[in-house]
């Protein structure tokens, strides 16, 4: 157990949760969470590996009491469009965001390096995509 913290260091990215998907009515804010993404697998990352420095992306989906989601959905009608829309059928939590990065900055996770992880439900799956189709048209009228 001692050499359980004998590593070199670890580097967490947290993107927008909407990182990459085409939303057509966010399309910038999805092009910049992307960008964090690509960070976290580009060719100098990949160099840092050798050095045991592993680098990672943490994409959140909808996250309940969170600025984003009460811009997203400001109305109890978005709100349960969104929450239909997670296959688990809930908004995740500040704690299930924190505990991923945690597991990525420990130890636990010294072989994973250069990933994506989305802790969404599932919403990334397709939810999201149909949601923000289904607002545009609920805000076209």
Same mark, same amino acid.
């Given at each position: 157990?001692?050499?359980?913290?004998?590593?070199?260091?670890?580097?967490?990215?947290?993107?927008?949760?909407?990182?990459?998907?085409?939303?057509?009515?966010?399309?910038?804010?999805?092009?910049?969470?992307?960008?964090?993404?690509?960070?976290?697998?580009?060719?100098?990352?990949?160099?840092?590996?050798?050095?045991?420095?592993?680098?990672? +992306?943490? /994409?959140? #989906?909808? &996250?309940?009491?969170?600025? %984003?989601?009460?811009? @997203?959905?400001?109305?109890? !009608?978005?709100?349960?469009?969104?929450?239909?829309?997670?296959?688990?059928?809930?908004?995740?939590?500040?704690?299930?965001?924190?505990?991923?990065?945690?597991?990525?900055?420990?130890?636990?996770? +010294?072989? /994973?390096? #250069?990933? &994506?992880?989305?802790?969404? %439900?599932?919403?990334? @799956?397709?939810?999201?995509? !149909?949601?923000?189709?289904?607002?545009?048209?609920?805000?076209?009228?």
């Amino acid at each position: 157990m001692s050499d359980l913290f004998d590593y070199s260091g670890r580097t967490v990215f947290v993107a927008g949760g909407t990182s990459g998907i085409n939303l057509g009515v966010a399309r910038a804010f999805a092009g910049a969470g992307a960008s964090v993404g690509v960070l976290s697998r580009s060719p100098d990352k990949v160099r840092a590996a050798v050095d045991s420095i592993g680098v990672n +992306a943490v /994409v959140p #989906g909808p &996250i309940e009491d969170t600025e %984003g989601m009460a811009r @997203l959905a400001p109305t109890p !009608e978005m709100a349960d469009l969104v929450t239909r829309s997670v296959p688990m059928g809930r908004y995740g939590t500040a704690q299930e965001i924190a505990d991923c990065c945690l597991w990525l900055a420990s130890p636990y996770a +010294a072989y /994973v390096n #250069g990933a &994506i992880i989305p802790v969404d %439900g599932g919403w990334s @799956l397709g939810g999201a995509s !149909e949601v923000f189709t289904a607002m545009r048209n609920m805000l076209a009228g």
